[in-house]
C-alpha cells in the first residue's frame, strides 16, 4: 500500500468545530512549521485540523487521489513504481508552492513529511525500481524545507488493525490493508523514527488515547510543543 498523496494548501479558521475561538498561541511558539506523521490508522489529518485551528495556523493536507493506485491494489507490474512517482512529484509540487508562497513564515502545520515516502518506497518497490527512485528523490528533496518539529503518532499494530477496520467498515469504498502489511508498516515507521535525528521530534503514543482531540487534549499537547526543546520527547496524552 502506498502512501497517500497532497491536497492544494488550505487555510484553517482560528474557530474550532464547536464554535468557540480558538486560544491564539502562535506568537510563543518557538516552531513555525509543524509536521505531523504516522502510519494509516493514527488520525494524523484530524490532529492536524485541530491543532491548526487552535493555533490559528495554515494547515496542509494529504488527498488520496492517485490515478495509478487502482492498478496497484490489482497487482499490474510496475503499478507501484508509477504510483510512488506520482505521489513523490505531487508532494514536491505542493511543497515548493507552499514555501515560494512563504507560507512557512506563518505557522504551519502538515499532516505529512516529505521524507515518509521514502518508507513507503522501501516497502513496495523492487529493487531496480528503488535504485531509481532514490537519485530522483535525492534531488526533489533537495527544494523541500525541513519542518521545525515533527510529531510521530505511534500505536501498536493491533491497535492500528482494530482502528483501521472501523475505518473501513465507515468507509466502504476505502481499500482493505492486509494485516500483514500494517505489521511491516508499523515497524518501518517506528525503526525510520528511532533513528531521526533530523528535527525536535515529539512520540505521541496514542494506543490508549481517544483520537479525536479534545479541548484538554489539545491543550496538553500545546503545552508540550511549547515546552520542546532540541532531541526527542516521549509523551503520552492524557485519557
Known sequence: MLS???APFRYTS???????PATRVSSTLSFR????EGPAGVGKSLLADRLGARLDATVVLDETENPFLADFYSDRPGAAFQAQLFFTLSRHRQQTAVRQSDLFSQLTVADYL?????IYA????DDNELFIYQRLYELLAQDIPTPDLVIFLQSPTDVLRRRLRERERANPELPALDDEYVR???????HFFFHYTATPLLVVETSQFDLSWGEDALAD???QLRSMGKGTRYYVPRK
Open 4 to 6: 497517500q498523496s497532497l
Open 122 to 125: 522501501y516497502l513496495n518497490l
Open 14 to 20: 482560528p474557530h474550532a468545530g464547536n464554535g468557540r
Open 114 to 118: 516529505f521524507d515518509r515516502d521514502k
Open 184 to 190: 511491516e508498516l508499523n515497524e518501518a515507521y517506528n
Open 221 to 223: 499537547l500545546e503545552r
Open 33 to 36: 512549521y509543524i509536521a505531523i
